[in-house]
C-alpha cells in the first residue's frame, strides 16, 4: 500500500469524504468521475455517471474530458481507455480491482482454441466470436480480428443476432450463462450448444459436435452470480406470495428459467422504478445494487434472493480512501494508477467495440 494511502485510512472516513468533496469541486471539468452499479454507496455518491458497462463505454466514448476516473473494474478502465482520445487519461483508483470472469479467458486459450478449431472446420469463415465486455482487451482484439464484436448483458440478443447473420456459428465467451440464457431467450434449443473447456482437446468435444452446433460456450462464470440457485426463488415465493424473481443474464440457466424477468442492471433498475408502489421483489444480482433499490424504493418491498451474501469483492475495492488519493494525483498533475492498452492492442479491439456501439 502507498504511503498515501495509508495515511489517508488513518484519517476519520467523514474527513476523507469532505476533501474528495471539495478536490471534486476544485477539478471540476477536469474529470469525470464514472460508478458502475456495484460499487458501495460511499463511492458511488460521487459518480458524474452511473451505469452498466454498456451505459459507461457509451459515456467514454462520447467524452472529451481530461481525466476519467473509473470507479469499476480493470477490464471497464481498459474499455474507456480504448474508446477515448491520446490526450484523456483512464485511472482505476484501485488497480487491483479486477473480475474473476474475465480472468477465465485469455488471449492465448482463446487462440489456441481457434486453431483447434481450424482443425474441424474454417472458423474464420463459419464463427463469429463474440465476446462479453467482461474480458481483457487481448480477447476484444482478438474479436476485432476475427471480424467478431464485443456484447453486453444489455445487447446480448442484438449483438447474437448480427453475429448469426455474419457466420452461421458463434464462439462466445468468457461467460457461458450469458450466452446460454440469450440464446435460449431467441429460442434456440440448448442440442444446437456445445461447451469448450479450456485444456481440453477440442474443448471436451466431438469434431462432429463442433461441426453441428451453432453455439459454441466458453466455460467461464461469475462468480459472485453463480450463487443464486433455484431453490432460493421457491423460499422467497413460499415466503413473500406475488412477489417478482428478477435475475441477471451471469445467473445460471436454472435461475433464470425460475425468474420472472432477466435483464441488465440497467433493465433491472427500469423495472424496479416502472412498477407500481406496492410492488414485491427478490433480485439476483451484485448486494451493492439490491441494497440500493431497498433505499430508493422505500414503496416497494425488495429483497436479495440468496440467503447468503453475493457482493463483488474486487468491485468493493474502490473505497473513499482510494477515490481521494486518484483525485489528489490528479491535482498534483501526475494522475497515477492510469490504464493504458497499446496501440497493438487497442486498434482492433475498439473495432469490435465500435461494431456494438454501431448496433446501437
Ligand atoms: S460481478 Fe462478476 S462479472 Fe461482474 S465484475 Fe464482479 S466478478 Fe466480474
Given at each position: ?39 458501495r454507496e ?32 480493470h477490464?471497464m ?111 434456440i ?131 473513499p ?25 487497442a ?14
Amino acid at each position: 500500500m502507498s504511503d498515501n494511502l495509508e495515511t489517508l485510512y488513518q484519517q476519520p472516513e467523514e474527513a476523507v469524504i469532505a476533501r474528495i468533496r471539495a478536490l471534486r469541486d476544485e477539478l471540476g471539468e477536469r474529470v469525470l468521475i464514472l460508478g458502475h452499479h456495484y460499487q458501495r454507496e460511499e463511492v458511488f455518491a460521487f459518480a458524474d455517471v452511473s451505469g452498466d458497462s454498456l451505459k459507461l463505454a457509451q459515456q467514454a466514448a462520447a467524452t472529451d474530458v481530461p481525466h476519467i476516473i473509473f470507479c469499476g473494474v480493470h477490464f471497464m478502465a481498459e474499455t474507456a481507455d480504448i474508446l477515448t482520445g491520446d490526450h484523456q487519461s483512464v485511472i482505476l483508483p484501485d488497480p487491483a480491482a479486477g473480475c474473476s470472469m474475465a480472468d477465465m479467458a485469455d488471449g492465448a486459450q482463446v487462440t489456441d482454441c481457434w486453431a483447434q478449431l481450424a482443425g474441424v472446420l474454417n472458423p474464420d469463415a463459419e464463427v463469429t466470436p463474440v465476446t462479453y465486455i467482461n474480458s481483457t482487451a487481448e480477447l476484444k482484439a482478438f474479436c476485432g480480428d476475427h471480424g467478431g464484436i464485443v456484447c453486453t448483458s444489455g445487447n446480448a440478443e442484438r449483438v447474437v443476432r448480427w453475429a448469426w447473420g455474419e457466420r452461421g456459428k458463434i464462439l462466445f465467451f468468457p461467460d457461458r450463462h450469458l450466452g446460454e440464457n440469450t440464446a435460449l431467450a431467441m429460442g434456440i434449443a440448448p442440442a444446437e450448444m456445445v461447451l469448450w473447456q479450456p485444456g481440453k482437446p477440442l474443448g471436451g468435444n466431438t469434431a462432429e459436435q463442433l461441426k453441428a452446433a451453432r453455439l459454441i460456450l466458453w466455460d467461464g462464470f461469475c462468480s459472485v452470480h453463480q450463487l443464486f440457485q433455484p431453490e432460493h426463488a421457491d423460499t422467497m415465493r413460499q415466503q413473500h406470495p406475488g412477489i417478482e424473481v428478477l435475475a441477471h443474464p451471469e445467473c445460471s440457466r436454472a435461475v433464470c428459467e425460475v425468474a420472472d424477468f432477466v435483464g441488465s442492471t440497467e433493465m433491472i433498475i427500469r423495472h424496479v422504478d416502472e412498477a407500481p408502489a406496492g410492488s414485491k421483489f427478490a433480485i439476483a444480482t451484485d448486494l451493492n445494487l439490491v441494497n440500493r433499490l431497498r433505499l430508493t424504493h422505500p414503496d416497494k418491498p425488495i429483497w436479495f434472493l440468496s440467503p447468503m451474501v453475493c457482493m463483488c469483492s474486487t468491485m468493493f475495492r474502490t473505497d473513499p480512501q482510494h477515490l481521494l488519493a486518484a483525485l489528489e494525483a490528479i491535482a498534483a498533475g501526475e494522475p497515477g494508477n492510469r490504464i493504458i492498452v497499446p496501440k497493438a492492442v487497442a486498434e482492433p479491439a475498439r473495432r469490435a467495440l465500435q461494431r456494438m456501439l454501431d448496433l446501437g
